[in-house]
């Protein structure tokens, strides 16, 4: 996926504030953080959205919310909440065609969403 913006940072052609990594995803800090914890976190393999998880690729939502729960444990939210959100399309205000989950805390997060 050579334009994709986030495979970009995978392969470290664009810096990121890395949180954390493992073999199969990368979390880091959003450029244009919402909440005083935000941080994206990815698969390395890409998946355009959530339209495209499929059986062959769900393990990795697993992986990916067990690391949310170490990630906000770590940035010391675990206790005070936090939510994880994933955008999926146009009307779900995706933006960047690589699937990743919005990890945010640190603040109290109004509901709905808008
Ligand atoms: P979406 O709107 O697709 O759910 O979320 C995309 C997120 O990626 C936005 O919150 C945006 O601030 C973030 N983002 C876009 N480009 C970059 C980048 O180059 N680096 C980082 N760290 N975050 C980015
Ligand atoms: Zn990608």
Known sequence: MGDCIFCKIIRGEIPCSKVYEDERILAF???????PVHVLIIPKAHIDSANYIDEENSEILAHIFLAAKNI???LGVAESGYRIVNNCGEQGGQTVKH?????LGGRNLKWPPG
Do not use: C, R
């Open 99 to 103: 699937i990743h989950f919005h990890l």
């Open 72 to 74: 906000a444990t770590q």
């Open 29 to 35: 800090n959003d450029i244009n953080p919402e909440a």
